[in-house]
């Protein structure tokens, strides 16, 4: 026996066909993020400088990782999991000056000043020169980075093509689970 119609007429699309409608919008305007309809160099090299700037982001970030590892260097066990994952970001957007795993973590942080003079949004790098006193205030410094910078790349998700989107979004999550790992379980 079917249902009777409801009382009530709906206005509008209703929920099943706004969940079936909703995947493949967004698919289409990631596809087509990068095309503005201008000049055809124009799209390429924003995506170009958002990627150049992702990588840059993430090996100052290694770099502050290494400032705190030197530093601290009882936390370097804690610490060397999550800064090869941030090499492998830094990869992932085409960078490559952070890949050896095995860099002098105290020549990092000398140069880390003068690694992105031109630099203005990006993390900070005058910072990870000066590690804190103590394990807990190194550690929230680190998450710090991480939070702001994986803000950052979400908010700029929507100004990307749909590939560099998909990986802004990414390293973004991993940024966030770092300051969860780094937050959680004070030493």
Do not use: W
Not at 67 to 83: C, D, N, T, Y
Not at 159 to 175: I, K, Q, T
């Amino acid at each position: 026996m079917p249902f009777p119609p409801s009382p009530r007429a709906r206005s509008g699309p209703r929920r099943r066909s706004l969940l079936a409608v909703a995947p493949a919008a967004l698919a289409l305007s990631g596809c087509t993020g990068g095309d503005s309809g201008g000049p055809a160099g124009d799209g390429p090299s924003a995506a170009d400088r958002a990627r150049a700037r992702a990588a840059r982001d993430s090996e100052e970030l290694v770099e502050r990782y290494d400032a705190v590892i030197a530093a601290r260097p009882g936390l370097a066990k804690r610490l060397r999991p999550l800064r090869e994952e941030v090499v492998r970001h830094a990869q992932a957007f085409g960078g490559g000056r952070t890949s050896s795993a095995s860099a002098s973590p105290a020549a990092s942080a000398s140069v880390s000043p003068a690694a992105s003079p031109s630099a203005s949004a990006s993390v900070p790098s005058a910072p990870s020169a000066a590690v804190p006193g103590n394990d807990k205030d190194a550690l929230a410094g680190l998450a710090a980075a991480e939070r702001e910078l994986a803000d950052r790349r979400a908010k700029a998700l929507g100004g990307v093509p749909g590939e560099l989107a998909r990986l802004l979004a990414s390293v973004a999550a991993a940024g966030a689970a770092h300051v969860y790992l780094l937050t959680e379980g004070d030493a």
